[in-house]
Nanobody
Framework: QVQLVESGGGLVQPGGSLTLSCAASKSVFNFYAMAWFRQTPGNERELVARVSSGTLTTYAESVKGRFTISRDGAKNMAHLQMNNLTPGDTAVYYC?????????WGQGTRVTVTS
């Protein structure tokens, strides 16, 4: 079993920044990949950013150049640095750990971008 706990969500103005953190119960380097997803009401959960065990990163087109995903092996954490936020980034953000056999999810943290 893997437990993931997200933090760092909140209310921010357009153009602002937030850093989301995900604390994992096991070393993040044990996972095939770690990722951040987001979901808005009535919509499917969408991939925002992903980092593989080999540090290969992928991003949704809508966040490229603004968001950065990273892992901190020493603290068993993953982060999502979000810059230049827009109202379109408003969502519940979920951390995910991919063990190659299943995907584990955190409980989500809400990000609201509004003036």
């Amino acid at each position: 079993q893997v437990q993931l706990v997200e933090s760092g969500g909140g209310l921010v103005q357009p153009g602002g920044s937030l850093t989301l953190s995900c604390a994992a119960s096991k070393s993040v380097f044990n996972f095939y990949a770690m990722a951040w997803f987001r979901q808005t009401p009535g919509n499917e959960r969408e991939l925002v950013a992903r980092v593989s065990s080999g540090t290969l990163t992928t991003y949704a087109e809508s966040v490229k150049g603004r968001f950065t995903i990273s892992r901190d092996g020493a603290k068993n954490m993953a982060h999502l640095q979000m810059n230049n936020l827009t109202p379109g980034d408003t969502a519940v953000y979920y951390c995910a750990a991919d063990t190659a056999t299943r995907l584990y999810w955190g409980q989500g943290t809400r990000v609201t971008v509004t003036s």
